[in-house]
């Protein structure tokens, strides 16, 4: 695959914060997500999107769409409903238990300290034509700082903090493959992989220009 060829590939990305609201305001609970664009010297486009937790709550895309219908809020009190939920989260346990594994992670201070992964598996096949399963990630090279107990009141301290960052010196991560072994979930994002796997560290991403960045109002 030319993505993992030696020498330098443009990339496109994109810092957001996780649950498809654009203006939503930065907050110490936030998914941070980290979207690339790939563009290839042969024309290809390789995208992928990632976020700073260690699983996603649902397993499959129909968990996910009855997440969605049951999360919708309710006209008169602005909120879902909690039994619904309730009720959702009884019937999916496996949601539950995501859920507290991601709760049990601490948020990083910034975008810019956030290790991204790509909570789903890909099959990489080889000059043989043996497939491997594999999941990536972006590993921070800046120290991970957790969130402070107490943030900024501003709505957009997430990001000035990263065009701030990006200013001082270039912001780099490591792009990480880890390696499925047999046994190894591929196709429930619910369920995490050994913290022992093995994992090839296949390039570096670095931002380089001060990101342009869409304000909360």
Do not use: C
Request: hydrophobic share 45%; net charge neutral; charged share 20%.
């Amino acid at each position: 695959a030319p993505v993992f060829a030696p020498g330098r590939t443009p990339v496109i990305g994109r810092f957001a914060l996780a649950g498809g609201l654009p203006m939503m305001a930065d907050g110490p609970a936030a998914v941070r997500s980290l979207a690339l664009e790939f563009r290839l010297a042969d024309g290809q486009q390789w995208r992928t999107g990632m976020n700073d937790i260690p699983v996603f709550p649902m397993k499959d895309p129909q968990a996910f769409y009855e997440q969605l219908a049951t999360g919708r809020r309710d006209p008169k009190t602005g909120k879902p409903d909690p039994a619904a939920m309730q009720a959702f989260l009884s019937n999916h346990p496996e949601t539950a238990k995501a859920l507290g594994l991601i709760k049990a992670q601490p948020f990083p201070s910034g975008f810019a300290n956030a290790t991204y992964n790509s909570l789903n598996a890909f099959l990489l096949v080889d000059s043989a034509g043996a497939k491997h399963p594999v999941r990536w990630s972006m590993v921070a090279v800046d120290a991970f700082v957790p969130e402070p107990a107490e943030t900024p009141s501003d709505k957009n301290y997430l990001f000035d903090a990263l065009a701030a960052r990006a200013e001082q010196a270039p912001v780099q991560w490591h792009f990480m493959l880890t390696l499925g072994q047999p046994g190894d979930p591929t196709k429930d994002a619910t369920l995490s992989w050994p913290a022992n796997s093995e994992k090839i560290d296949a390039g570096t991403l670095t931002v380089r220009a001060r990101p342009i960045t869409v304000t909360a109002d």
